[in-house]
């Protein structure tokens, strides 16, 4: 479904990404795992169109994106949450959903139809559907939903979420991944992962890619993963990444 | 003195009218500034454009002034189209200072390019709108008219930005314009729209404006930098805070030129303008859209 070819990036002197390749099979969740500073957040710009690659391409659906605008690439299918949420705080909840929903998706072209795909979403979610609610009043929970929500009422067929349980506690995090799940089977959505808590990541990916200072270092199964050598070693410092 | 100042409250009706022009300019260049993120030196020309181009059809080509009017709205929104494309669009990611300069030489080229067209000759559409007695007050019918329109003309905006989707992009954008790109908008084109906009806005204040005033190359200097330090004054940016701002500054004026010259008021609006800035350089009002 993407084919990710050799990609660099590079910010003046520094190679935040090192000619890194990779596939997303139509229907799998891949997670993406690094530590901090290794690349995942520079390779979804990448992706998205936010970033413009120095280096290599990136096709999607057999349709060669690289270089096309973030507006174009949303609307070929893919869509991205930000690590952290950034709604826009002026506009109640059902707007912010409603406008990603409206511009999001070409097919869509009433404001009625958009608001109720963003009800709908924000119901699959579990978010509330009624247009009072202000943005400001989420919790860091419920911002991480609303910027699930938003890449989602765009109606995309590939979701890039940026580690979408930093800053949460444990239950919440395990609800999260539970989301992620249903969105896999029972919206059929593909899925690449970013996150560096390893633990709740392992337990719903079906293979995970391992990123350090911008190349790839491992790819595979999380059981493999887990017991790879080099994994462990950059990990290696930070034990509770792996619990 | 009587107990009753009928011409100090003349000064204080004029200063809202005159109020309610000043916030629609600031109206226009705050939008810009708020979305776009570029500050146009140039927009007070535009304004004296859109004074020629209803000179020009109305007294030059005979049309009539209902139908002259408009155009103006029209011509400067396709103005604003074009200098969006033309002068902001190449240097949009380059520093500010660039974009600064691109539309000061703006200025100057609309500034001469109308010299050059029409003369440096002072001219107006020859338009005398009656003077309303009210009790004792003595009201320009034309002000009132401008105020009513640039009023009408605020509403309108208002009402396009807060209950349309574009007008909601456009706000979103003016928030954070990379999340706006990844949720499918293409923010050139809400860049070109918002200039357009802000065009039309610089078309309707020259309606309001050749309603009062004689037009010449050099208008835009009797009303650009006030209509720039209410803007910075209100926050620049924030369409509120500017909307504010201008009444602030138009009671400053009209009063201060009740008790002493037009010049001396400008002069006291100027001071309190570098005092503010001293005080809270991010504007009385918050910036934000």
Request: neutral net charge.
């Amino acid at each position: 479904m993407l084919v990710v070819d050799s990609i660099s990036k590079s910010f003046g002197g520094f190679l935040a990404v090192n000619r890194v390749s990779f596939e997303v099979q139509e229907g799998e969740i891949l997670g993406l795992i690094g530590p901090n500073g290794s690349g995942k957040s520079t390779v979804f710009n990448l992706i998205s169109g936010a970033h413009k690659v120095t280096g290599g391409s990136i096709r999607f659906e057999g349709r060669n994106i690289t270089g096309l605008t973030p507006d174009k690439i949303c609307h070929l299918g893919i869509a991205r949450t930000f690590q952290i949420p950034r709604p826009f705080k002026k506009l109640s909840l059902l707007e912010n959903v409603t406008l990603s929903a409206y511009f999001g998706d070409d097919a869509l072209r009433s404001p009625e139809e958009a608001r109720d795909r963003a009800r709908k979403v924000l119901e699959i979610i579990g978010l509330p559907t009624d247009d009072r609610t202000e943005v400001t009043t989420l919790g860091a929970a419920g911002l991480k939903k609303l910027e699930l929500a938003r890449a989602l009422s765009t109606q995309p067929r590939l979701l890039l979420a940026d580690e979408s349980l930093g800053g949460l506690d444990h239950q919440e995090m395990e609800q999260a991944a539970d989301t992620l799940n249903h969105i896999r089977t029972e919206l059929g959505i593909t899925i690449v992962w970013v996150e560096h808590i390893m633990g709740v990541l392992m337990r719903v990916v079906d293979r995970v890619m391992v990123l350090d200072y911008g190349e790839k270092i491992a790819e595979g199964l999380p059981k493999e993963i887990a017991n790879d050598p080099k994994v462990i070693e950059v990990y290696l410092g930070n034990q509770q990444a792996l619990a | 003195m009587a107990l009753f100042d009928f011409f100090l409250l003349e000064a204080i009706i004029n200063g809202i009218l005159f109020g309610g022009v000043l916030a629609l300019l600031a109206l226009g260049l705050n939008l810009v500034f708020g979305v776009v993120d570029v500050i146009w030196i140039a927009y007070a020309e535009l304004v004296m454009s859109g004074m020629y181009i209803i000179y020009t059809l109305h007294i030059t080509w005979g049309w009539p002034l209902l139908l002259a009017a408009p155009m103006a709205i029209v011509g400067v929104g396709l103005m604003g189209l074009v200098v969006h494309r033309l002068i902001i669009a190449p240097i949009l990611d380059t520093p500010p200072i660039n974009q600064l300069l691109a539309t000061g030489g703006l200025l100057f080229f609309l500034q001469n390019f109308a010299t050059l067209i029409f003369g440096a000759d002072f001219r107006n559409i020859g338009l005398s709108l009656p003077i309303l007695q009210i009790f004792e007050l003595y009201i320009s019918f034309s002000r009132l008219l401008s105020f009513g329109a640039a009023v009408l003309g605020m509403i309108g905006l208002y009402l396009f930005l807060s209950r349309t989707y574009i007008g909601t992009a456009i706000r979103a954008v003016a928030q954070d314009r990379e999340i706006m790109s990844l949720m499918g908008v293409n923010t050139k084109k809400v860049y070109l729209i918002t200039s357009a906009l802000a065009g039309a806005m610089a078309g309707l204040a020259a309606i309001l404006l050749v309603l009062q005033q004689d037009v010449h190359p050099f208008i835009g200097f009797s009303f650009g930098p006030i209509t720039f330090m209410i803007c910075v004054m209100g926050g620049l940016g924030n369409l509120i805070g500017g909307f504010f701002a201008a009444f602030i500054i138009s009671q400053i004026i009209s009063i201060g030129s009740f008790y002493g010259s037009t010049e001396l008021s400008y002069v006291i609006a100027f001071v309190l303008f570098i005092i503010v800035m001293f005080i809270r350089p991010q504007g009385i009002f918050k910036r934000n859209t």
